[in-house]
Every structure is written in C-alpha cells, then in structure tokens.
C-alpha cells in the first residue's frame, strides 16, 4: 500500500551546531536503514528547499506512523501524507 | 531529470457524454503511450479524488510541457510541478 | 484501517430536477449499502453546510477510492482523505 | 451532541525535556480520564503528523471548551472544532 | 447555547429575476419566523457584502442544521459556523 | 455603529508566568470596565481555542482602534474587524 | 470616517454584450457622482488587473453599505472593507 | 523600470471554438507587437500550465496596465504583478 | 506614480524595551521626513492592527523600495505593495 | 534550461550583527560568483520586502539545487521554484 508523503523540515534557530550535525547523521542511518527494508522505496529531494517527496509502501496506516515517527528529526518535521490507489490507466 | 506533477481533473459540468468518454479514452491511450516511452515512470490515483500524483523523467523542461499538454484532457487539469533531485540520503 | 473523510457536496445550478432527485436517492441507498458492509462506521452531517465527515474502515487505499467512487453524488463531492493510526492514549 | 476536534501540537523549541515528559504523561492521564467519562469516544492519531482527529461528546458547547482546555498540553494545541448533526443517510 | 454563523451568500448568474425575487422575499419570511422564535437573536449585513453575520441561540446542533437548512436560499449560501461558549471576562 | 472583533491570542512560550498573570488579570479589568461602559455588548469565548469573538458598538472607527490598543494583551492579538450594517430582515 | 475597499470585479462569461456596455456606463455614471459627494475621495485602478482600491469618507458603517451597494455592478464585485483610524505617525 | 507578471489563463467552457482560435491568433499578434517595442523582454511559459511568466520594462504603471488591458485575452487572465528594483548583489 | 503599500508590524517577543522605544521614535521621525517630501501622501492605522494602509507616490520603483527600506524598523514590517493606475472612472 | 526561483529571506531576531554582516558579504560573493558563471542571468529585489525574484540557467535541477544550497544564507531563504519552458508566443 502506498502513501506520498511530502516532508518540510524546519531547524530552530539557535541550535547547538554539534546535536545538529548528530541529528542529520542519525536520520540519514536511519532513512537508509528504512529504504534497505523496501519500505521507502523513493525519497527525493525538493529543488531548492529542504524538503523531500517520499513514497513509502506499507501494509498499514499503523506502520507508516510508525515509520515516520522513528526518524530522528521528526519533531523537526511538517508531514503531509497523501494515501495513493491503483491508476486505471497505469500500465502493470 | 525528475519532475513530480500533481494533476486534479475538473469536468465541466454539462459536457456532452459521448465527448466526455472519448476525451477519456484518448486520455487513457495518450497516457500509456507516454508511460510505454518510459518518461512517464509512476502514475497513481488520489484516493477519494479526481486528482493523479505523478513522477515525470525527461531531458528537459520543455519536454515536460510538451508531454503533459499532448493530454487530451490538458484543458480540464490543474497541474502542480515539483522539481526533484537526489537527495543525499537515498540509497543508490 | 480507518480513514477520515470530509466530503464538501456542490450542486451544479441548472441541474434538472428530476435528475437531482434521483442522484440524492440512490447516493442514499449506496451510503446505506456500503454502511451495512461495516466499511462506513460513521457518517455525521457538518452544521450549516451540505458536507459530511465520516470514517471509513477498509483492508486498503484501493478498496477505500472504490468506495469514494461507487458513489452516484461523486463526480460533485470534494473529497479530503486523511489517513489515521492508533493513538497512544486512546483507551482499548 | 458531538463535535469534531482537530488539533494540532506545537511544542516549543528548547522546553526542559523533563518538563515535557511531565506535561506528556500530565496529558496522558487527562486524556484517558476524560474518554472513561464517555465524552471523548473517539481519538485517533493522523498518521505522520504530531496531531490528532477526536470527537467529542458534550452535552454543551461550554462543557466542550471546559474539557478541551482542562487538557495539560492546552497552550501547545491549535484545535479546530466543527459542530456535528444527524446525517438524512446515517443508519441508526 | 450560541453559535456564530458567517453566510456567504453567491448567486448563480443567469438565475431567473422572479424566481430571484420570490427567493429572497421567502427567505425575509423565513428569516424574521426564526427571529421571532428568539432562536436569530443577531442578524447583521456584512459592510459592502452579499453576507451577514449571525448568533444562533438553540438547545442543539442537530436544530441549528435543521434552521440554517430550512433557510429558501440554503443551497446558495457557503455558511462557517463557530461554538461559542461562556467568556470568563464576561459580564454577567 | 457595531464592529465584529475576531481574537486570537498567542501567548509567547517563556514568558515569565507572573507577568503573565498579571497581564492577565489587567486584562480582565480592562475588558470589564470597558463592557460596563456599553461599547463591547457582547464577548464570547471560541469553544477549544484561546479567541474571542466580540462585538463593538463605538462612535467611531478611530475609538474602536483606541478601545481594542488599550487592552493589556493588545501585543498578543491579532484582531480581525469586520464592520457591520443593519440586515434588511432584521426585526427592528 | 475612512474605510478602504478593495474591489475585484467578475464579469461572467456569456454576458449579453449590450447589457455589460450599459452596465459598465451606469456604473461610471453612479462612481463619478459618489465622488462629486465628496464620500468617495480615492478611486484607484489595480495595474493589470479588473479591480480598484478606493477610499471612502462616510458618518457611518450603513452609508458605507449603502453607497456600495447602490453601485450597477455591485453583484459582480467581491469587495473587502477595512476601517482605517487616525495613525500617530501621520502629518496634520 | 521592471515588473513581474505571472499571468493564468481560463478559457470559459463553452465558448465557441472559431472565437477563441481568433482570440488566440489576435493574442500572439498583440503579445509579439509589445515584445518587438522592448516593453516585454521575457515571456516564458509555466511547465505544465496554461500560464506565464512575463517581465515588462516600462515607464509608468500606467503603461504597464495599458498593456496588460490590450492583450485580446484580458478578461481571461488572472495577472499578478510585482514591482522589481535593483538587487545590491546583482552585477552591472 | 503611486503604490499601496500595506505593513504589517511584528515586534519579536523579548526586545529590549528601551530599544524598542527608540526604534519607535526613530520610526516616527522618519516617517514624517518622508511625508514632508510629498512621497508618501497617504499613512493610515488599520483598525485593532499594529499595520498601516499607506500610498506612496514616487518616480521609480527603485525610489519606492529606498524609501520603504530606509524605515528603522523594516526588519520588522512585513510589506505588500500593489501598483496603481489611473481609473477610467476617477473624476479629474 | 531556465528556472524562475523566488526567494524570501527571514532572519532569525537575536542573531549576532558580526555574524550576520558576515553571513550578508558571503551571500553577495556567492552571488555574484554564481551570476558571472552565466547561471544566474537575473537578479532582482522585490520592491518592500526582503526577498528576490530570479533566474536561473542550469543543465538539471541537480545543479540548481546546488547552487541554491551553496548560497550562505540558504538556511534562512524560503525558496519557491517554478520551471520555464518556451513560450509559443515568444519572438526568437
């Protein structure tokens, strides 16, 4: 089951630099760790802002929440999800 | 190069059905063809809505306006373009 | 799997009667239809407007956009989807 | 008589973590008094977002807002509130 | 118990001027019945507006629907409706 | 002459929560004294939300701004006045 | 009293050529004499776009209605009101 | 002296086929008129919509609205205009 | 040639008040220079706002944008500026 | 391939002078850096905010993205980007 989800990340201004630069390791180990389970199969970066459009493929609403709740930054995160059904004309 | 677009479909209220169903047919034709040359890579439905979210894959931008307005039904769509890179956390 | 659904109806003007008529009528006998299944587990009229909120209880998305566009009334339903998961304080 | 409660959680940068644990379990236990009650029968998490969709059931607009303000994390909450009534196609 | 309601009021063009005109002399009826009802205790004309603002006082949701929807020209209003409770700087 | 007023307070986080009650209870006063003067007849709270909805009656647009910049918390508001005018169905 | 008013005008399609010419004649007509009153002191045209940004010098919130919507093309015009008071920085 | 321009384009359904190819003839003719005079030195299309992105290079606004309102597809657009000055970054 | 421009004033929360009230005044001073030159004709509060309606009369845009940035508290206002024209019914 | 890119700069209220005038000479160098490399072909300020208009001439929107992400400032730019292609009407 596929879902779009269209993430803005917001830093705080003031941010000690150090937990910052851990942060993004983390959610970068973390993203990977996701991508390599075949649950995010596309993650895109946004041209010009920091952001991303994902497609993550789960059996349910309970694991996409899950999913993205576990990455580090996601208190830094506005999450948009967007629930996507087969197209009658996409080919197979 | 990647583009995502997000279509929403408005049918005019009062459009003969006949005109109707072979705008949808044409459509429907127009838009495997597209995906069949491979620039069309992913096409899904919206649940719940007349609307599409897709990804686009082509050599330019004028490419990109050439492929969606050959869409038969071109004058009844509100496309949103996002232009995609890669994100520095996608795995390979 | 629930969904929230909020669903804005707009008649065309102009519509004839009689096919309005008939339109509400069986979008009735389909609500009730898909409500018996256990699918549509809540169904409440918003105040003051020809809208809805409901919830929808489904195995997929797919079988949710079935669903939405079994309806007769939704070629005139603006539909917002928002997918919902367990809450950690809700009780049992 | 049920209402529809949206809300939002913004919980501000550089709050002492203890603090929010606090307020968290504080809520927590507001939460779940309130649902034992009766008058919260529904609460459920938007998948991907620090958010939830409720409904409550009050038997005024004053006991509402008495309920939703006793809530803990109250000044972290943007709520919006749609008032709900019998649906003409809702089975009994 | 009080309800905020703002009315939008949009004319489709093309209407017929009697028909028009019946309308909006029903719905004066209409409107100064439910005042006179005490249920309409404020009816204001929004300055330079096809719109009014306006308090319900009713005992539920379900009779505020019932009223705003009783109203001959309900299917060409867009109305937003606001609970309103006890102010704790209110005077008595 | 009648004014809608429409305010949303927010609050900055980390305010010293003395001067805030205090500001508070001034404001308290302040709204009191003006409603015994006849200009602010009437003042709701919004259900889940920390807003009002208000009504003023002033001899002037320049004494409205004077009333609503006294107020204690006028720095947390953000206030949206619409003017009103007698409604033709309105009882006299 | 001053009150500014920003007015887009909507004109629908399929308008009989002749009613619009004389509409829009009337509606000059009426605007010049508003003017020679003195209560409409501004009149400005927004570039590129079918809308203006007036100024209105009225006694009082019912004139200003009544002014407004004296004008031929009151029903295709969406009108946005705000009082403007008297600013501490301004000259004489 | 420089102006944006972003211009959308809605064609009413319905219109007469013959009447909007003349219309757009007459709109390609007018819009290279302008650009030939220097006025217009940029048009580029939005990918993806019926839209544009225009700078104008003139000497008064009120020139720059005399070209917009001669463009035969006026009453079609929809234009948002900018006033641009010169940035202290950009070179000669 | 003339602007609107329309000024939101925001005031971070924590400014020093006595930094405050110098930008205040420095803000006053400069404002009345620049009415004294005739460049900025019109300056009016918006009702129950910390924002202004003003019109700007000016030989350039590069003129208007000096004049906007040159007031002290600039980086706090938050401006929007729309072009006027003519209109075809102003009286001389 | 050309981009238009419409940037609003916020700066955080409490950050370090020295640290900012730094910040702002790095993002002129950048600029300018960017500019003379032909990729960058227009700069300009919007006229009373904060903000720029651009246009950039990249080979993908990987190299767009960079560029933007390169400027110092990128953290505090809210960065809009919309892709141009060829206008019909365009002269050569």
Avoid: C
């Avoid at 937990?19 to 973390?30: C, I, N, S």
Wanted: aromatic content about 8%; hydrophobic content about 45%; glycine content about 4%.
């Amino acid at each position: 089951m596929l879902f779009l989800a269209q993430m803005d990340v917001t830093i705080p201004h003031g941010i000690d630099p150090d937990e910052l630069a851990k942060l993004k390791e983390a959610e970068k180990q973390r993203a990977q760790e996701i991508q390599r389970s075949g649950k995010w199969p596309h993650l895109w970066r946004v041209a010009g802002r920091y952001a991303n459009v994902s497609v993550f493929d789960v059996d349910s609403v309970d694991e996409l929440h899950e999913l993205l709740s576990s990455l580090p930054m996601f208190p830094f995160l506005d999450v948009t999800v967007t629930p996507l059904s087969r197209h009658p004309s996409a080919l197979a």
